[in-house]
T-cell receptor, first 115, second 115 residues
Framework: EAGVAQSPRYKIIEKRQSVAFWCNPISGHATLYWYQQILGQGPKLLIQ????????DSQLPKDRFSAERLKGVDSTLKIQPAKLEDSAVYLCASSGGTSVYNEQFFGPGTRLTVL | AQKVTQAQTEISVVEKEDVTLDCVYE???????LFWYKQPPSGELVFLIR??????QNEISGRYSWNFQKSTSSFNFTITASQVVDSAVYFCALIGRGSQGNLIFGKGTKLSVKP
């Protein structure tokens, strides 16, 4: 079974530029998560989708971050404009079933560096 | 409020030594789940175990074992006869009843196993 796919793996941009990350969850997984992991810390949830609807985006900085999950499969996370403090690894995860307690399977992440 | 504390930032051991990674959690929920994830240098978070709040039985899987104690709000992880391949950052995480799948991570413990 293929895992969670993410691209690109690495991205370097200047501050105030925009950037987008892509995620393809495990086939059949209805729930998709985006996490931000700053160096030396644990991941922090940005947004959670159930199919193509948003379940929780309370920690998403909506003035600059946006995310969508068209057709309930792939998802895109965008930052516009980027700030220095957005430098982090952006992790996508997915889980199957209906329980919120199911284990989440993570992709390899996108490492963003903002200069 | 929910919180996970991993007090050990870094641990270094020599191969074949046993090592215990500590995890202390805080939650007001009576129903919750605890998780351990491994993050090797490649960056991908690998699921290790999930435990619900009603099951305090210790669990063993090969060289890995977990000790869950509700009385001390701890969920510790022991690696027996450590190997170099165990070198990684290990995260403890919590999902509470009201968090809708939002994994609350600790800051992680970096384990280095030297030959």
């Amino acid at each position: 079974e293929a895992g969670v796919a993410q691209s690109p793996r690495y991205k370097i941009i200047e501050k105030r530029q925009s950037v987008a990350f892509w995620c393809n969850p495990i086939s059949g997984h209805a729930t998709l998560y985006w996490y931000q992991q700053i160096l030396g810390q644990g991941p922090k949830l940005l947004i959670q989708f159930q199919n193509n609807g948003v379940v929780d985006d309370s920690q998403l900085p909506k003035d600059r971050f946006s995310a969508e999950r068209l057709k309930g499969v792939d998802s895109t996370l965008k930052i516009q404009p980027a700030k220095l403090e957005d430098s982090a690894v952006y992790l996508c995860a997915s889980s199957g079933g209906t329980s919120v307690y199911n284990e989440q399977f993570f992709g390899p992440g996108t490492r963003l560096t903002v200069l | 409020a929910q919180k996970v504390t991993q007090a050990q930032t870094e641990i270094s051991v020599v191969e074949k030594e046993d090592v215990t990674l500590d995890c202390v959690y805080e939650t007001r929920d009576t129903t919750y789940y605890l998780f351990w994830y491994k993050q090797p240098p490649s960056g991908e978070l690998v699921f290790l175990i999930r435990r619900n709040s009603f099951d305090e039985q210790n669990e063993i899987s090969g060289r890995y074992s977990w000790n869950f104690q509700k009385s001390t709000s701890s969920f510790n992880f022991t690696i027996t006869a450590s190997q170099v391949v165990d070198s990684a950052v290990y995260f403890c995480a919590l999902i509470g009843r009201g968090s809708q799948g939002n994994l609350i991570f600790g800051k992680g413990t970096k384990l280095s196993v030297k030959p």
